[in-house]
């Protein structure tokens, strides 16, 4: 069965960095795009960013652009994000999510809680 698996969560200080992964077993991950969401309390879901096949092409929300960086190794059926730069404002559940045939995310993992404070 599809399992996604998030990791790489913490507390991290303003301006500090976090990278999170999202482990993929389950489907033949390098056919698939993949995306990371946000949820922060109280609040609704937000997307962050989407990764695609082929080239690879990558996409962000302009709340966090030019500070994260989505990538996979397809060869480990790994998601990463890469946050830099951290804000308070990014504090939040983050989650991974498989981006199915109709560009709904049909596979969620459980989330990985990042906090950013002093």
């Known amino acids: 069965q599809v399992q996604l698996v998030e990791s790489g969560g913490g507390l991290v200080q303003p301006g500090g960095s976090l990278r999170l992964s999202c482990a993929a077993s389950g489907f033949t991950f390098r056919t698939y795009f993949m995306t990371w969401v946000r949820q922060a309390t109280g609040k609704g879901l937000e997307w962050v960013s989407d990764?695609?096949?082929?080239?690879?092409?990558?996409y962000y929300s302009d709340s966090v652009k030019g500070r994260f960086t989505i990538s996979r190794d397809n060869a480990n059926n790994t998601l990463y994000l890469q946050m830099n730069s951290l804000k308070p404002e990014d504090t939040a559940l983050y989650y991974c999510?498989?981006?199915?045939?109709?560009?709904?995310?049909?596979?969620w993992g459980q989330g990985t809680q990042v906090t950013v404070s002093s």
């Open positions: 990764i695609y096949i082929g080239d690879g092409n990558t």
């Open positions: 999510a498989r981006v199915g045939p109709a560009f709904e995310n049909d596979y």
